[in-house]
């Protein structure tokens, strides 16, 4: 059974720092995907960032610059750090994985984690 479990949430003053974590935890053979989205209240959830298994990157336009986000292939642990954090970065923050559970790596499968909450004051 796998768990993506999250850590680093919380409150934060306008242009301070947090950094999110996300483990894997339980069988995992490969990843192919991990990536972070947030939802803030009345919107929709939002892909943030991702890192491929190649370690290819993306972000959603108005994190470029300010949020970085790596993975400890080791530990199945993907990171985001967040710098110059606004009060619009506030959210429930979510980690997603795309990973096989079995030796049969073509078979993938979508994983979430439970969310963080982060809250940056003006």
């Known amino acids: 059974q796998v768990q993506l479990v999250e850590s680093g949430g919380g409150l934060v003053q306008a242009g301070g720092s947090l950094r999110l974590s996300c483990e894997a935890t339980?069988?995992?053979?490969?990843?192919?995907?991990m990536s972070w989205y947030r939802q803030a209240p009345g919107k929709q959830r939002e892909l943030v960032a991702y890192?491929?298994?190649?370690?290819?990157?993306d972000y959603e336009e108005s994190v470029k610059g300010r949020f970085t986000i790596s993975m400890d292939n080791a530990k199945n642990t993907v990171y985001l750090q967040m710098n110059s954090l606004k009060p619009e970065d506030t959210a429930v923050y979510y980690c997603?994985?795309?990973?096989?559970?079995?030796?049969?790596?073509?078979?993938?499968?979508?994983?979430w984690g439970q969310g963080t909450q982060v809250t940056v004051s003006s």
């Open positions: 890192i491929a298994n190649d370690g290819g990157t």
């Open positions: 339980g069988t995992v053979f490969s990843i192919n995907k």
């Open positions: 997603n994985a795309l990973l096989a559970n079995t030796i049969q790596v073509e078979r993938q499968y979508d994983y």
